[in-house]
């Protein structure tokens, strides 16, 4: 996949979304084996699009901010704020 099939990827999740199209992440299967770009390449093909997909009936929308946070201080606060309240 081209930097610039995964924009088009990227800008197609952030418009009408149909759902009958995601792929549920759950039956996505990857050999563990294969070497890691090859993992990459079979996990994008199964998925075929990695912004927009379903975790069983939920559907996940990604957006990453190049300026932003990473996701483990994200998640580093939202654990600190349970376990404050």
Do not use: W
């Amino acid at each position: 996949m081209t930097l610039e099939g995964l924009k088009a990827l990227r800008e197609a999740a952030d418009g009408e979304i149909d759902r009958s199209t995601l792929v549920d992440i759950n039956t996505v299967k990857v050999d563990t084996s294969l070497p890691v770009k090859e993992r990459i390449e079979q996990f994008a093909e199964q998925i075929r699009n990695p912004y927009c997909f379903l975790c069983g009936d939920v559907v996940v929308h990604l957006e990453f901010n190049e300026n932003g946070k990473e996701l483990k201080e994200h998640m580093k606060n939202y654990f600190i704020s349970c376990k404050r309240g």
